[in-house]
């Protein structure tokens, strides 16, 4: 009895580790002597999986991968490593799991992860965009994949003629770098699966949330990455949905953010403010007419805080540089508090400095107010950051009395905006005698 117990279990053990592709099959065996002249070495395209003959996702794949490889019979190579029998074939390539498919495009020494379907259907569509690819780069010097946009297609300065899906902006290998990585503004990127559940549950939120976003100036996007794997591999996606948030500012791959919090629209709108928030260059706005003004100091729920500069005729420019950039650090310094900063060359607002009694010292000079509260105060102390810091500090933990009630202020007059350099000197105009 235990005899047969032993042979019994040794035949399904034979069984169970038998390759999943025959002779016959249109799948290509790959194995340690092979590989390379194969592979490698071939100017072929090459989709690859690795795998275990014990492995069940592997034997679900079994018969898809083998109508791809019918499929594609003549376009590309379809291929499979048995892992329990050649598994320094797969080492290279960090195999963690099974069943792992790889690509082999122009450039083996760099094969791309595939994350697309499982379906012949889906594969065979992965090898025919991936193709045309590498046909349109050896042909014109870069793909030509994403030049034909539908009727979505959008042409505004925020994304450069790509593709949209409503408000979303549709990424791909070729596009991503140019319109993410090199822009100014901040994206936010759903990496995504068209089979994924998941993913499909997500999108109404994420169209509800580009929508939401655009008039903040935060791009909403998403890239398929079972199509476009390069821009998924580079970021680490490992799985469906993956949103990731590019700041503000300079990006590089290691400022991104990920996001892991509730998957609605209104979740994800108020994360993705405040991380652009964070990241938004501070702007010292120069007070030039009234709707400055009224942007930043009367329709403002926080403190206004209005600088009086020397006149260029005074100070020049290297003074006055000195002195922005003085309150730029400040501001810096204060952009998570309900404050907003102006400024104002002395003289330019003349009845508005009489009716704030600024001025009166000198310049420069430093009034804050609060149109909610209907009051303002003047700063009184030495003109520099640490005493300009303690000023607002005590400001916002309410711990300055005092304040003067504010009136109503004259109207703004308009001025031209400082061109950055020293005053042009005078001429004195000669007269007839």
């Known amino acids: 009895m235990r005899q047969q117990q032993i042979i019994t279990l040794l035949f399904i053990l034979i069984i169970s580790t038998q390759s999943l592709y025959d002779s016959k099959s249109k799948v290509i065996k790959l194995d340690s002597k092979n590989f390379k002249t194969q592979v490698i070495q071939s100017k072929e395209l090459w989709l690859v999986e690795f795998y275990a003959p014990w492995c069940g996702h592997c034997k679900s794949l079994a018969p898809e991968w083998e109508k791809a490889a019918k499929a594609l019979e003549g376009i590309a190579k379809i ?10 074939v797969g080492s290279p390539y960090n195999i963690q799991g099974f069943p792992t498919i790889k690509f082999f495009g122009d450039n083996k020494n760099s094969p791309l992860d595939y994350n697309g379907g499982r379906t012949a259907n889906e594969i065979v569509k992965y090898l025919h965009s991936e193709s045309k690819k590498i046909t349109d780069i050896r042909l014109f010097g870069k793909s030509q994949s994403n030049n034909n946009n539908n009727s979505n297609s959008n042409n505004n300065s925020n994304n450069k003629g790509a593709e949209k899906d409503g408000d979303v902006v549709v990424l791909t290998d070729d596009n991503f770098n140019e319109l993410v990585m090199k822009s100014q503004e ?17 999108a109404p939120e994420w169209n509800k949330l580009a929508t939401n976003l655009k ?13 476009h794997s390069k821009v998924a591999q580079r970021f680490g996606v490992n799985g469906y949905p993956t949103l990731k948030f590019f700041p503000t500012g300079n990006k590089t791959d290691k400022n991104v953010i990920p996001y892991n919090g509730n998957r609605d629209a209104n979740s994800m709108e108020n994360w993705a403010k405040e991380q652009s928030d964070k990241f938004k260059p501070v702007v010292i706005n120069q007070l030039i007419d009234q709707s400055v003004y009224d942007e930043f100091c009367t329709n403002s729920s926080g403190i206004c805080i209005l600088f009086f500069l020397p006149h260029i005729y005074d100070a020049g420019a290297a003074q006055r540089n000195k002195q922005l950039q003085l309150i730029k650090i400040v501001a ?32 420069p000079s430093l009034v804050a107010i609060s149109y909610k509260k209907n009051v303002y105060t003047v700063f009184k102390g030495s003109f520099n950051e640490k005493n300009i810091q303690t000023f607002l500090k005590s400001l916002v933990q309410g711990k300055i009395t005092g304040f003067s009630t504010l009136s109503q202020t004259p109207p703004i007059v308009k001025v031209a905006k400082w061109d950055g350099k020293d005053a042009k000197p005078q001429e004195d105009k000669q007269q007839d005698l």
């Open 332 to 363: 810096e310094q204060n952009k998570h508090n309900p404050v907003s900063f102006l400024w104002s060359q002395g003289g330019d607002q003349y009845d508005l400095e009489e009716k704030l009694n600024a001025g009166g010292s000198g310049y």
């Open 186 to 202: 901040p994206w936010f990127v759903e990496f995504y699966a068209p089979w994924c559940g998941h993913c499909k549950n997500l």
């Open 79 to 88: 291929g499979a490593v048995d892992m329990t029998t050649d598994q320094d």
């Open 215 to 227: 008039s903040q100036k935060i791009n909403v996007a998403k890239v398929d990455a079972t199509v």
